[in-house]
């Protein structure tokens, strides 16, 4: 007779028994990465989402990209990074050649054709690239060496982030595998814009879109290009599998300059894991080489695990962007700048950034990462948790609570309005649900009543587009190209654009405008110090912190550096110290 | 019983159908634009949204026409009286939504289009003008023209125009533009002179025609017969030809999308189905017969376990039996299954089995403990019986007794629970699909919920409720089945 207590340990040493065999840690020369969602298509001119950038860095190349340490611009299907040539007061050339070196899967060289079938690709109408298209806008004409095929030229607008748009935006796509036919290869760019019915009606042009549409998922829809790996399978939901391409043309060299040559792994596995429990669970037992976005609470609770500690190196990588509040601007009670600067006296930042995010972000005063030391104006200081201020700012604005059920009132417009704001948050966010909390406590010791009011995130994202708010938290990424603040602080972008706050008076306005076609440093910094000065004064927005993204990677990678860039680190650069020397 | 099944199935068509509409009327009410979320993405997870370039209005008209949103969604609509039946047409929301509230206010059509366009033309006059000299109070007046909606009374639209005046005389901007402003105080004051209220409470009735979204989703808008356009850009075939459309975020055919997540669904839910009865039958049997305290054991612990719920359960258990710094058991997750090459079949089905013993016990172990609890029931009635003590009085064997007389008769309510069981298991769990990572019908939902994919979720919708009456239709038949007394057929007289 088995008794119970038996029975279940031998039921415990029976699947101990049959666990499977521990992986062999890296001795196949496979990376895992830990992912919540897949992307939702990988084709570089038409997928929009974050997840696929990093898959997009491996399987495809750009003229110039930038380097993951020094952030500066470094050529990699380009010689070099061209010096813009100024033709008149409004528009530049950039001229880039390709490497000798480069070439596609197929052998063939990769050429300038190439380069001007992606843009006009992107431009082409039924294309799904309405993103990029934006981007494009600035270029004004192709053109393309008689007798040198590698060689090509972009006049474009004077603006700042020309050489991003033209260089470090799109990868290059091989003509050969998306067009054929040649349907808008003969094309010139005047003609893609200006009478676009036309393409539709050319031999291949449908066969082409139905390429660069396709999401990618199926093997026959795979995207194809110049990247040291190419996509070997895609299981929906599952994962996504790499695979480096054997004798691939950058292997010749020389990577110190730039890392993005570098191809070590052979394989690098993308695991698709939604439940962050069990993600961390299976980076315990080693089924994971790398997680990142992992929250605070969690990266808190990894660190003070042994078997993690063991085995990964923590990393807490600066993001290029930041978390604020936004206050509308044209609301009856916001509209009065003293309330916007209370309000940014009742931010208890400091306890947001111990309490709630970890202690890893950074204070900032305005738009500029400080991490851009050229441009953040440092003399400036952010604001802080000071009631005493907060409560002089509302008395002297009027604010005063007259029938003392604590919460202040002023007449406005004849009518007596109370001092009461609403909180949205996209519901599901702990963390900013939390901040409104904190908000709501600091701003009753002031008199001023704070309503929380979570939104499903589509609906979140339409409140604020429309300005239907008062105050507002959300977060902003940036990519790496020169920061553009027309889109955030331009007045013509209260309506429709990222102008949440409706900021902008006539003198910002110019501010913003010559700092989009001013290329000079100094004179850029200091367009970028009065600008920053203006925010600081209105306060459209507050501040809160600088983004980070908190990462584990497995100590078999040895001491890895972490990048600014997303996701922090770079795939293929991972080297287990046994895999042999390439 | 062959007629009644042949009628059944046959009310599944306008069951089917009345479904669908439904469905589509309830997708109308949902905030969020699924065409501005395929164009602009942003990133919920992180609730990070990326400052892009504004998407032009012809990126959106493309877009919106790509997506076939660029029709009106059915065959009629019904509005109040001030909604012409080309609202519809205006492809900007934001717009759209502004004209519809100024009709409403002022109730004739083309004054508040004449209003409109004498709005933009004055905006667009003010915003052309932005590269030269400028001044605070051109952006002023571009923030009063913003902000003639809300609301669009005729009190604040002649405040705001009084202020506009204002602004652009102080401005020194009066000259430009005097005869745009002029233009829109006249739009104006045409609109408020032929204003009806009245139109607000009449019922509008419009006919579309079958140039709309539904009919282009369940019928197709391909030719039935005969060979179709080659130039033409078609939306598909139709549900009803078995063309579910293609997924707006992934695009594949949705079809292909929920085969795929289907096979991993249906592999758990049909092993869920036969141990939640094959082990209820066990369990029910045993504790309703004879008398012994431990009997109750297995009830009590598995009613504990339906107190609690799945998500808190799965999380439970992973943290305690996936965890090296605990009991290393079992895997974190489905997905990262991995079957060395050339294993035996034997070895195959261990590795199967390990990374399916949680996310099945998640599964079963809510169902069971009810299931079991109705059998017992059922059972324990059934011993009660006249014919119970007639077969005992008959010396028929106890466990023949049991087995065939008691079971049939205490079938009954679990049958019931089957028309439910089926469409809850064979449409996934959105909660244990998350935390064991199981690719499966649950999750693929629940992404597309959140990304409002309409074509994947109207189709799974109907696919869960075509389970539905299947489940409704098979409990039916084991009803006759397990009790000759129900009959489905009119009784003969006589």
Not at chain 2, 419 to 428: A, N
Request: hydrophobic letters at 40%.
């Amino acid at each position: 007779m088995v008794r119970p207590l038996e029975r279940l340990l031998i039921l415990v040493l029976f699947f101990s028994a049959c666990q499977s065999p521990e992986p062999q840690k890296g001795g196949d020369g496979t990376v895992r990465v830990h992912k919540t969602s897949e992307p939702a298509g990988l084709n570089p001119i038409t997928s929009t989402g974050s997840e696929a950038l990093e898959i997009q860095n491996c399987l495809f190349q750009k003229l110039l990209d930038h380097h993951l340490y020094t952030e500066e611009l470094v050529p990699v299907l380009a010689e070099e990074v061209p010096e813009p040539e100024i033709l008149n007061d409004s528009t530049i050339r950039l001229t880039y050649r390709i490497r000798e070196e480069a070439r596609w899967d197929n052998g063939d060289p990769i050429r300038a054709k190439d380069v001007a079938f992606t843009i006009k690709a992107a431009l082409s109408p039924g294309i799904d690239a309405q993103v990029k298209k934006g981007y494009l806008s600035i270029i004004r004409a192709i053109e393309r060496s008689e007798d040198d095929p590698k060689k090509i030229a972009f006049v474009c607008d004077r603006y700042i982030r020309a050489l991003y748009s033209t260089g470090a935006e799109l990868a290059i796509l091989p003509a050969h595998v998306y067009d054929p036919e040649g349907a808008i290869s003969s094309l010139k760019l005047r003609t893609i814009r200006e009478d676009p019915d036309s393409i539709k009606k050319r031999e291949g042009y449908k066969e082409m879109r139905d390429r660069l549409n396709a999401k990618g998922i199926a093997p026959e829809d795979h995207p194809k290009g110049s990247g040291p790996y190419r996509l070997q399978k895609w299981v929906a939901k599952e994962k996504l599998v790499l695979e480096r391409k054997k004798d691939h043309w950058t292997q010749k060299l020389d990577t110190t300059p730039n890392p993005y040559f570098t191809a070590h792994p052979k394989r690098i596995l993308h695991l698709i894991i939604p439940d962050k429990t069990s993600a961390l669970k299976a980076l315990k037992k080693e089924k994971l080489d790398v997680i990142d976005h992992l929250s605070a609470d969690r990266f808190g609770s990894l660190k003070n695990s042994k078997s993690i500690e063991e085995h990964f190196h923590y990393k807490v990588a600066p993001q290029l962007g930041y978390s604020y509040l936004t206050l509308r601007m044209d609301d009856p009670i916001l509209q009065d700048r003293s309330v916007r600067k209370a309000l940014a006296c009742l931010v208890p930042k400091e306890r947001i950034r111990s309490d709630l995010t970890g202690g890893h972000g950074k204070f900032l005063v305005g738009p500029v990462h400080p991490s851009k030391e050229r441009y953040y104006h440092d003399a400036l200081s952010p604001y802080r948790f000071d009631l005493e201020k907060a409560q002089k700012l509302l008395d002297r604005a009027g604010w005063k609570d007259r029938n003392g059920d604590g919460i202040r009132e002023k007449q406005i417009q004849g009518e007596p309005k109370k001092l009461s704001l609403s909180f949205l948050y996209n519901a599901g966010s702990e963390t900013r649900k939390k901040v409104g909390v904190l908000l709501k406590e600091n701003s009753k010791k002031a008199g001023i009543r704070i309503k929380l009011e979570p939104a499903e995130w589509s609906i979140y994202s339409q409140m604020l587009e429309k300005g239907n708010f008062q105050v507002a938290i959300g977060g902003f990424a940036f990519s790496n190209a020169p920061q553009d603040p027309r889109q955030l602080f331009h007045s013509s972008a209260s309506d429709g654009g990222s102008n949440y706050a409706g900021f902008g008076s006539a003198r910002t306005d110019s501010l913003i405008d010559s700092l989009r076609v001013t290329l000079d440093p100094e004179e850029r910094k200091s367009y970028w110090y009065a600008l920053q000065e203006a925010i600081h004064q209105e306060v459209p927005m507050i501040f809160l912190q600088t983004a980070v993204n908190r990462l584990a990677i497995n100590k078999r990678f040895g001491e890895v550096k972490s990048s600014r860039i997303l996701p922090g680190f770079w795939a293929p650069g991972l080297r287990d110290t046994s895999w042999a020397e390439p | 019983m062959l007629r009644y099944i042949l009628q059944r199935l046959l009310l599944f068509v306008p069951t089917f159908f009345g479904i669908s509409v439904f469905v589509f009327f309830l997708s109308e009410q949902v905030p969020g634009d699924p065409v501005k979320m395929q164009l602009k993405g942003g990133d919920p997870a992180q609730g990070m949204n990326s400052p892009q370039q504004r998407i032009s209005d012809q990126a959106y008209r493309e877009m919106r026409q790509r997506m076939g949103w660029d029709v009106p969604p059915f065959y009629f609509s019904i509005s109040d009286g001030t909604i012409p039946d080309t609202l519809h047409r205006i492809p900007d929301p934001k717009k759209r939504e502004r004209v519809q509230r100024l009709a409403w206010e002022y109730g004739t059509w083309e004054q508040v289009q004449a209003f409109m366009k004498a709005r933009d033309r004055l905006l667009q006059k003010l915003k052309k003008g932005t590269s030269g000299k400028k001044n605070d109070e051109k952006i002023e007046a571009k923030r009063t023209l913003y902000s003639f909606f809300s609301p669009p009374t005729p009190e604040k639209i002649s405040q705001k125009l009084q202020d506009l005046r204002r602004i652009l005389n102080k401005g020194h901007l009066w000259n430009d533009h005097s005869a745009s402003f002029q233009a829109l105080e006249g739009a104006f004051h045409a609109m408020v002179q032929n204003r009806c209220e009245w139109k607000r409470y009449l019922p509008a009735f419009h006919w579309h025609g079958s140039e709309n979204r539904y009919h282009n989703w369940f019928f197709g808008d391909r030719p039935w017969f005969g060979t179709s356009d080659a130039d033409k850009e078609y939306a598909g075939y139709g549900v009803i030809r078995g063309d579910l459309g293609h997924s707006f975020f992934q695009g594949r055919p949705v079809g292909k999308i929920l085969w795929d997540a289907f096979s991993y669904t249906f592999l758990f839910g049909s092993i869920a189905i036969l141990l939640i009865y094959g082990g209820s039958l066990l369990i029910g049997v045993y504790t309703s017969v004879g008398r012994h305290p431990l009997k109750e054991g297995p009830q009590t612990l598995l009613l504990l376990l339906y107190s609690m719920p799945e998500f808190w359960i799965g999380t439970l258990l992973i943290t305690l039996l996936a965890d090296p710094d605990l009991l290393n058991l079992f895997p974190a997750a489905y997905t990262l299954m991995e079957i060395p090459e050339g294993a035996p079949w034997w070895q195959q089905g261990l590795i199967h089995l390990q990374h399916m013993i949680l996310p099945l016990f998640c599964f079963t172990y809510g169902s069971l403990a009810y299931v079991s609890r109705q059998l017992k029931g059922g059972m324990l009635d059934a011993f009660r019986s006249d014919h119970m003590r007639s077969a005992i009085a008959r010396g028929i064997p106890r466990g023949s007794r049991i087995w065939k007389h008691a079971l049939k008769n205490a079938l009954l309510p679990i049958i019931t629970v089957f028309g439910t069981l089926l469409p809850y298991l064979l449409s996934g769990s959105v909660i244990i699909e998350s935390i064991f990572s199981i690719p499966g019908l649950g999750r693929t939902t629940y992404q597309a919920l959140m990304a409002r994919d309409y074509p994947v979720i109207f189709s799974m919708l109907l696919f869960s409720s075509l389970l539905t009456m299947i489940g409704t239709l098979l409990s039916d038949i084991l009803y006759a089945w397990a009790d000759p007394r129900i009959a489905y057929r009119k009784k003969e007289k006589g």
